[in-house]
């Protein structure tokens, strides 16, 4: 019987990466699927990154991981959303070519060393001396290991709606994973019933582009990983167009027919990215909803509308569809359709991510009860690096919400659980000012590097850029000017007769890198790309003290009653889900609503403030 250090089972975005960390690790890894020409496919929209989650896809990258690698290679338009914000909530996307990512996803795991993939269905889990001792194939083999990692995504008893029609399925086209559902449920693992959906695919021939606006990515595109500095391919543009009173008067007359409305559907899906139906009847005020149609590939002619996910019945999807601009004549390639599917309460998982009642079983992505690529992914790289650890006989890695959006995300998962599918926000990290994706590096390469899941061209790459910071930060703080010699240089700062040093002024908000370069040239002896990493650390320096002294003054705030009648809609800087979430629970304290799922301490801190001003 064959044996391997690690099995993953699973090859979606949370297998991959949890697979190549622990190959990465040294630890002999099995990659188990049920079709090995499906690693690196996107079950829905086609692009990575976004807002909460780029952060997460730079802070991979960060440990050396996959993710970050095969956006770039796919990436046909790469916009920096927020780019007008600061660069703390700023968060790289990339829409990506499906079949070049899938491509990328099978080249890079074909390459990686320690690492086999297998092609079959896992069918049963074995347990030997309370710890997990290998798996079972529907072929009838079996193979033994040191530990597994289960990354079955939407596939554990998988149902697909389209209307009142039902099929079982992982995701279109896939069949669904039932017996080790069943094996799942006779070890008596917290189970609950979440869903999702995505919309239909149209035939980009058949859509009247011209009469639609386009979208282009950044003219200066930004990677997502910290190796590359410009996309691999051609580069291309979105259209965009809104749905309209037709369009919502079809939806609401045909409500009754879609799976969620028609009652077939029991899992709770995520409120933050509804279904068309869902924004209707949600936001009934709004007569238009915005529509990105998005290219899948630079020679695949499908488009995947984003914004228009659906349960309802094949005809009303056409029917919806051709009432929206340039939609007239679209022809629909695949219909959009919920999926239901089991997960893990993760509050029964560590912080490595394993199963606190199995050891040596790990869970990762969509199982946990999350949703999206980035957020499987990162939960990849949690398990994979765990698992490999705990065969070597080594402490566990950590990592910390101080530190990290993915400790932000695990220790809300194992502590919190979740209501609904669980998705990455920058409101969600209290650190946000220092967890930064431009600085994702900074912050976790070396413990990579510490752990040994750092490659070697990665690692030189890394020190190099930290030597220069260094060099660069010491120039910029060595050269200091008084408050006279800064006015002389035209720089507006007090009269107080305070000496500030270059890295200091950086800090002022109307104090430009290129404005001090032009008054002092010996700082155009650091490299342009060091200069501007250093330029944003300094405009945070002080921003970051002062946010790691509030987190510690709210630790002492808990206490602090809130008034029945407290009014949160009145908090600017809360989003509206949150506004909702806690007008329901009205907490008495602000210790309970520290509590309550997807309160984080800005938040708190936002309703501390609006206390202290009643006072
Ligand atoms: P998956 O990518 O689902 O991969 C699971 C893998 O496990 C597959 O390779 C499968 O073959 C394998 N597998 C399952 N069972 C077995 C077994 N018994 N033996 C061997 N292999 C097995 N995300 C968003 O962010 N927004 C959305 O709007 C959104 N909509 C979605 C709509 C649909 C219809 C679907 C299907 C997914 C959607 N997603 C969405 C979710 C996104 O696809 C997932 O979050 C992500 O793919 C999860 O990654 P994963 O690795 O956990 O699982």
């Not at 209307?163 to 449920?185: F, N, T």
């Not at 695949?300 to 340039?326: C, K």
């Not at 890695?397 to 502590?415: E, P, Q």
């Not at 510490?450 to 990665?458: H, K, L, P, Y």
Request: net charge negative; proline share 5%; charged share 25%.
């Amino acid at each position: 019987m064959k044996h391997y250090d690690v099995i993953v089972i699973g090859g979606g975005h949370a297998g991959t990466e949890a697979a190549h960390a622990a190959a990465r690790m040294g630890a002999e890894t099995a990659l188990v699927t049920l079709r090995a020409d499906a690693i690196g496919v996107m079950s829905c929209n086609p692009a990575i990154g976004g807002l909460g989650k780029g952060h997460l896809v730079r802070e991979i990258d960060a440990m050396d991981g996959v993710m970050g690698q095969l956006a770039d290679a796919a990436g046909i338009q790469f916009r920096l959303l927020n780019r007008r914000k600061g660069p703390a909530v700023q968060g790289p996307r990339a829409q990506a070519d499906r079949k070049l990512y899938r491509e990328a996803a099978q080249r890079v795991t074909a390459a990686q060393p320690n690492l086999t993939v297998i092609e079959g269905e896992v069918t049963d889990l074995k347990v030997a001396g309370g710890r997990v001792s290998g798996v079972a194939l529907a072929d009838g083999s079996e193979i033994t290991c040191g530990a597994a990692i289960l990354t079955s995504g939407t596939f554990l008893n998988g149902v697909i709606h389209i209307g009142d029609q039902k099929s079982s399925g992982g995701r279109i086209g896939d069949k669904p994973s039932i017996a080790l559902a069943e094996r799942l449920k006779a070890l008596d693992l917290p189970l609950g019933r979440l869903k999702t959906g995505t919309p239909p695919r149209l035939d980009g021939k058949t859509i009247d582009w011209s009469r639609l606006e386009t979208q282009p990515g950044d003219e200066d595109p930004v990677m997502f990983s910290f190796l590359n500095t410009a996309p691999a391919v051609r580069q291309i543009a979105c259209g965009i167009t809104h749905t309209n009173e037709k369009t919502h008067e079809i939806i609401r007359t045909n409500l009754d027919r879609s799976a969620m409305y028609g009652g077939h559907i029991q899992g709770v899906g995520p409120r933050y990215c509804p279904s068309i139906e869902d924004k209707i009847v949600r936001f009934a005020e709004k007569g238009s909803h915005q529509i990105f149609l998005e290219p899948e590939g630079l020679d695949d002619d499908t488009v995947y509308p984003n914004g228009i996910s659906t349960s309802l019945p094949a005809d009303v999807q056409e029917d919806y569809v051709h009432s929206i601009v340039g939609l007239e004549k679209a022809k629909i390639l695949q219909p959009g359709y919920a999926i239901e599917y089991d997960f893990v309460d993760p509050r029964a998982l560590d912080l490595s991510l394993q199963l606190r009642a199995f050891p040596g079983l790990y869970l990762a992505g969509q199982i946990n009860g999350t949703t999206g690529y980035e957020e499987a992914a990162a939960q990849g790289l949690v398990a994979g690096l765990n698992a490999a650890l705990s065969v070597q006989e080594r402490e566990p890695f950590h990592f910390s919400r101080t530190s990290s959006y993915i400790g932000v995300m695990i220790d809300d998962l194992v502590s919190r659980g979740v209501t609904e599918p669980y998705r990455m926000f920058t409101s969600r990290a209290e650190f946000r000012l220092s967890l930064r994706a431009d600085n994702a590096d900074q912050r976790l390469t070396g413990m990579g590097i510490d752990i040994g899941c750092v490659g070697e061209g990665r690692r030189s790459a890394f020190e190099a850029k930290m030597e220069a910071l260094e060099a660069g930060r010491a120039l910029m703080e060595a050269t200091v000017l008084t408050p006279k010699e800064a006015r002389d240089k035209g720089f507006r700062v007090n009269q107080d007769g305070t000496r500030r040093s270059v890295f200091e002024l950086l800090s002022f908000p109307d104090i430009s890198l290129e404005s001090l370069c032009l008054a002092l040239p010996e700082l155009t002896a650091i490299p342009g790309e060091i200069a501007n990493q250093l330029a944003i650390d300094a405009l945070y320096a002080n921003y970051v003290e002062r946010q790691q002294q509030d987190a510690a003054s709210l630790k002492r705030d808990e206490g602090w009653e809130i008034p029945e009648a407290f009014d949160y809609s009145a908090l600017n800087g809360l989003s509206n889900e949150l506004k909702a979430k806690l007008d329901r629970a009205r907490p008495r304290t602000l210790g309970q609503a520290s509590r309550i799922d997807g309160v984080t301490p800005a938040a708190l801190t936002l309703i501390l403030a609006k206390l202290r001003q009643a006072r």
